[in-house]
T-cell receptor
Framework: GQSLEQPSEVTAVEGAIVQINCTYQ??????LSWYQQHDGGAPTFLSY????GLEETGRFSSFLSRSDSYGYLLLQELQMKDSASYFC??????????FGKGTRLHILP | EAGVAQSPRYKIIEKRQSVAFWCNPI?????LYWYQQILGQGPKLLIQ????????DSQLPKDRFSAERLKGVDSTLKIQPAKLEDSAVYLC????????????FGPGTRLLVL
């Protein structure tokens, strides 16, 4: 089967840096996406890694290591508005996207 | 550009009743997805359309769920009859085509089955 594993919850302090990990078990995944979802809202796209390495978009960065079947989302200079759930999603070679169960990020003032 | 539109936003029904959801994707997006998101979980793909053809419906409970995308634009998802465990948020998303890693989600329809 295909699955993506994320921690269920992470807590960090405003202004700090937090890393949310995602490991996947599947054959044929060739890209990893990250989505943010606020309570009651729809998922919004944050980033996508097709190749190994780090992708940076403002305060958010995402990393992928295909050999380790592992990726992470890095959030810097945390703001209270970053409190949300974060989902990693993998695209397999059939162009189907599978979502992880999500990581709820709690930010303390 | 206008986003993905969904209606209704909320629906409360009793078990064994029927319900239908509507989605209008972003103009020009060929691929449309319906997801079910149960509280505390990630979105689960129910069905994926490429234009008006079904690409993947492997996780759609076909004994009670049906979906169509006539003319390759709007789509409807129907549940008949509904069960208690169908209580969830039903999200519609679209992308330019099936090879795009970026999906744009609508606000979702919150369904409560009593």
């Amino acid at each position: 089967g295909q699955s993506l594993e994320q921690p269920s919850e992470v807590t960090a302090v405003e202004g700090a840096i937090v890393q949310i990990n995602c490991t996947y078990q599947t054959s044929g995944f060739y890209g990893l996406s990250w989505y943010q979802q606020h309570d009651g809202g729809a998922p919004t796209f944050l980033s996508y890694n097709a190749l190994d390495g780090l992708e940076e978009t403002g305060r958010f960065s995402s990393f992928l290591s295909r050999s380790d079947s592992y990726g992470y989302l890095l959030l810097q200079e945390l703001q209270m508005k970053d409190s949300a759930s974060y989902f990693c999603a993998g695209m397999n070679r059939d162009d189907k996207i599978i979502f992880g169960k999500g990581t709820r990020l709690h930010i303390l003032p | 550009e206008a986003g993905v539109a969904q209606s209704p936003r909320y629906k409360i029904i009793e078990k064994r009743q029927s319900v239908a959801f509507w989605c209008n994707p972003i103009s020009g997006h060929a691929t449309l997805y319906w997801y079910q998101q149960i509280l505390g979980q990630g979105p689960k793909l129910l069905i994926q359309f490429q234009n008006n053809g079904v690409v993947d419906d492997s996780q759609l409970p076909k004994d009670r769920f049906s979906a169509e995308r006539l003319k390759g634009v709007d789509s409807t998802l129907k549940i008949q009859p509904a069960k208690l465990e169908d209580s969830a948020v039903y999200l519609c998303a679209s992308s330019r085509d099936a090879f795009q890693e970026t999906q744009y989600f609508g606000p979702g329809t919150r369904l409560l089955v009593l």
